[in-house]
């Protein structure tokens, strides 16, 4: 049996209305209908409390993907080869790197298979042959999203994904340095909910900016 992760980015107003994550989700669903219709597939939603709507932000990218995907899977034409399909959530994790290490922990000896928004897809392929060692995981990635961080500089975000795998290639390699790039993302989120990501998506090009001077 397979074991699909689906890695989440951000949390929607409403996300069985939002363009950005129908398209995501409408292709991972296709894809694993194409793979594991009518057999036995366990997919797995990651994704914690990126919630920057409303406080007090307890909504994950995990149950909010959930959703969604089970409604995709519950159509009437589909609902008889999807039914052996079971469903789990990572609902802790801040980044990538804590999505593989999640899915690592969760396998044995099953395939797995990760998905991904698509800038980030050379990075996560890289932490996953690092974290996966002998077992192997197939990274696809989705090219999802239309908005304006998505068509940034190419090399500014060459420099992001470079700035982010050299921390969690750290952070593999110490547990504390793992700690710390949890209280990164504690703060990424701190920021983008005091300077209204919600509404104002070149937030994230700000954080960045500020981020890859130190």
Known sequence: MTEYFIFGYGVPKDIMIDEQYRRYLSFVFNAIYAAS??????????????????????????????????LLAERPFVREQTSAWRYGTVKTTLSSLENILAAVERLRKRPAVIFCEMTRAERVRTLARRAFGKKKA??????????????????????????DLRCELAALADKKKLADWRAHHKRKLAFFRTHGYARDPNVVRQWWEEEMKK
């Open 138 to 163: 197939t990274v696809i990635p989705v090219d999802f999203d239309m908005s304006p961080n998505r068509y940034l500089e190419v090399d500014f975000l060459a420099r992001r994904e470079r700035h």
């Open 37 to 70: 219709a009518n057999n036995q597939a366990m997919i797995v939603f990651c994704g914690g409390k990126t919630d920057c709507i409303k406080a007090p932000y307890a909504r994950t990218e995990a149950e909010e993907m959930k959703k969604l995907f089970t």
